[in-house]
């Protein structure tokens, strides 16, 4: 994964952001170890990179200005840069993807822990010039091909079996395993897959 040039750069420019705690987190990274799990080109599939931070200040200003930074910091990248602060998921989930909204995050790795299934639970950072990995659910299913629902995600089925379909149509070799009445979303805590 972090020998991607998007990867790289991105983790390379990030901290210009000045954003305090952030990571690149989900397709860019699962999809890049896809793409060298199955021997595709780099970059295939891909069409964004989500980069999390946390600002304490939930506006709407502040969150803008920190994207509008990172407009002219990412402008080169072959794929565009979507940052978020994590700290207002709350206040537009429900209205994005018609579920409850999760209850306020305390920190990026807790919407990490809430991604829709456990391949795309993984974030990285760069701590004193070397990078840092979340995975709360271990890297068994990423490097499996594997795709399952994340009990704790708020995410509606619709919205885990859209992505499972879409992925699935980039690399067949995924095994997706089907959303199950149980996993209703919410409930209970990620650490039920943790390996």
Same mark, same amino acid.
């Given at each position: 994964?972090?020998?991607d ?39 295939? #599939?891909?069409r %964004? ?8 200040? /939930?506006?709407?200003? !502040?969150?803008?200005? *920190? ?55 993984v ?14 659910? #271990?890297?068994? %299913?990423?490097?499996?091909l594997?795709?399952?629902?994340? /009990?704790?995600?708020? !995410?509606?089925?619709? *919205? ?11 690399w067949?070799e995924?095994?997706?395993?089907p ?17």
């Open positions: 994964m972090l020998g040039p998007t990867v790289a750069a991105v983790l390379e420019r990030a901290p210009a952001l000045g954003a305090g705690e952030w990571w690149l987190t989900a397709g860019l990274l699962f999809q890049t170890a896809w793409n060298g799990l199955t021997g595709r080109p780099p970059g295939t #599939g891909i %964004d990179a989500d980069l999390s931070y946390w600002d304490d200040d /939930p506006s709407w200003d !502040a969150e803008d200005a *920190v994207i509008r930074r990172g407009a002219e910091l990412f402008a080169d990248l072959a794929v565009p840069v979507e940052i978020r602060n994590q700290a207002r998921v709350h206040l537009w989930y429900a209205g994005r993807f018609g579920a409850a909204p999760p209850a306020p995050f305390r920190s990026c790795t807790d919407a990490v822990d809430v991604f829709a299934a456990p391949c795309c639970a974030a990285v950072t760069v701590e004193d010039g070397r990078p840092r990995l979340y995975a709360p659910f #271990g890297l068994g %299913d990423l490097l499996g594997v795709v399952r629902p994340n /009990p704790a995600s708020p !995410a509606p089925r619709e *919205v885990y079996e859209a992505k499972a379909a879409r992925w699935r149509s980039v067949p995924l095994t997706v395993l959303w199950t009445p149980g996993n209703p979303g919410g409930r209970p805590a990620p650490s039920t897959y943790r390996g």
